[in-house]
């Protein structure tokens, strides 16, 4: 089973977001996990309420600093996975196990502000799940370093349908 890592500065909307699918999407093969840099005190309702609407139980998730899991007793990570712009050029903790490290960019649901912020928050969601189950048809396990890392940030380069046709053609296979 590969330990993932879910990055974004307030680890409240996108990171819970993605941490969600790949536990759901991805069980049995991953654990996923997701923290901030500078997490806020609590997940974003909206996002909360997302989840809620998509079958989830949403009473674990909790926004967290990075830190928890560059300690000794963190779980050791197999790939850390930025979803915000922010995150990626920060200067992130030295991970213990030298894990893959890839950047999917997705726009931040919570600055949108009143009437289409639920929209925003699905679209964020659809777009990860689009991500997610990209990532799932490769094959993790058997996977050299530099290959899943090429294939995690062509996945995240790419958007809707296009992620999926690569991986179909196999554009996205190490």
């Not at 093969?29 to 996002?47: E, Q």
């Not at 609407?53 to 830190?67: L, N």
């Not at 964020?124 to 890392?149: C, F, I, N, T, W």
Request: hydrophobic residues 40%; glycine residues 12%.
């Amino acid at each position: 089973m590969k330990n993932i890592l879910v990055l974004c500065t307030g680890n409240s909307a996108r990171s819970i977001l993605c941490e969600a699918l790949l536990n759901r999407l991805g069980a049995g093969r991953v654990k996923a996990f997701s923290a901030g840099s500078d997490p806020k005190a609590a997940p974003h309702p909206a996002a909360l309420r997302l989840l809620e609407a998509e079958g989830y139980e949403t009473g674990g998730f909790a926004s967290k600093k990075w830190d928890v899991f560059a300690g000794r007793d963190a779980p050791q990570m197999d790939i850390v996975i930025t979803v915000c712009d922010n995150a990626a050029g920060e200067a992130c903790p030295v991970w213990p196990g030298a894990p893959v490290s890839a950047h999917w960019g997705i726009e931040d649901p919570a600055s949108v502000e009143g009437e289409g912020q639920a929209d925003a928050f699905l679209s964020a969601y659809r777009q990860l799940g689009q991500r997610v189950e990209a990532m799932l048809e490769l094959s993790l396990e058997d996977m050299e370093p530099a290959q899943l890392k090429a294939a995690l940030n062509r996945i995240g380069a790419q958007s809707g349908g296009a992620t999926e046709l690569a991986i179909k053609k196999g554009t996205g296979h190490g």
